[in-house]
């Protein structure tokens, strides 16, 4: 299965900026997604990074607001953008081609936005 | 819309015990069932599981899938305070773009 590499590991970021997360893979993957996981909750889909074209985003969530690149097979960016102290939350990628091993997960990062 | 239900939320056991951990899911073309571990961030992954009534195995935990009633049941044996985490129920439909849908997960902590 795929090793994912997810930086920075966590960060404290004043309101109105905007950090990028980057995911590199040590293998080519068919699909990255970009998920959050609030305090106390589940992942919620963000996004699905798509290799070359613009992300397929699910409901709530904009482009405005979460720019993702996939430049190619192995790379992806998320930026949160313009951010509030609501935005403090565990931002995880995710890759895999959706074989026998499921998809595997970067290390996260924990944004909190003060 | 596809939706994963995980029981109980939380679970508090002794080294030792026996848990068995629920997920039932209603979706559109189901393709597969997955577990992980997510101990601090990451989640890791446990078992995939595609057909009924076969068991998959790993050491002290085991899962299995009931696809007519539609759920699966990750159990733990002797558990180890090491298995104190949140453990995650994940599915893929088809035509869902490869997406996986979570359930809220069940918080075990393994007191000594």
């Known amino acids: 299965s795929a090793v994912i590499s997810q930086k920075p590991s966590r960060d404290i970021c004043q309101r109105g900026t905007s950090l990028t997360i980057q995911c590199q893979v040590d293998?080519?993957?068919?699909?990255m997604f970009w998920y959050r996981q609030q305090p106390g909750q589940s992942l919620t889909l963000i996004a699905t990074a798509n290799q070359g074209s613009e992300a397929t985003y699910e409901s709530g969530f904009v482009i405005d607001k979460f720019p993702i690149s996939r430049p190619n097979l192995t790379f992806s960016t998320l930026t949160v953008s313009n951010m509030s102290p609501e935005d403090s939350s565990i931002y995880l990628c995710?890759?895999?081609?959706?074989?026998?091993?499921?998809?595997?997960f970067g290390s996260g990062t924990r944004l909190t936005v003060v | 819309e596809d939706k994963v239900v995980q029981s109980p939320l939380s679970l508090v056991v002794h080294e030792g015990d026996t848990v068995t951990l629920n997920c039932s899911y209603e979706?559109?073309?189901?393709?597969?069932l997955l577990w992980y571990k997510q101990e601090k961030k990451a989640p890791t992954f446990l078992f995939m599981l595609?057909?009924?009534?076969i068991e998959k195995k790993s050491g002290r935990l085991s899962s299995i899938l009931d696809k007519k009633e539609l759920f699966s049941i990750l159990n733990i044996t002797a558990t180890q305070t090491g298995d104190s985490a949140i453990y995650l129920c994940?599915?893929?439909?088809?035509?869902?773009?490869?997406?996986?849908?979570f359930g809220k997960g069940t918080l075990l902590t393994v007191n000594p």
């Open positions: 293998s080519q993957v068919t699909m």
């Open positions: 595609t057909s009924s009534g």
């Open positions: 995710s890759a895999g081609t959706g074989g026998a091993y499921g998809y595997t």
């Open positions: 994940a599915v893929f439909a088809g035509g869902s773009n490869y997406k996986l849908t």
């Open positions: 979706v559109t073309n189901f393709r597969s």
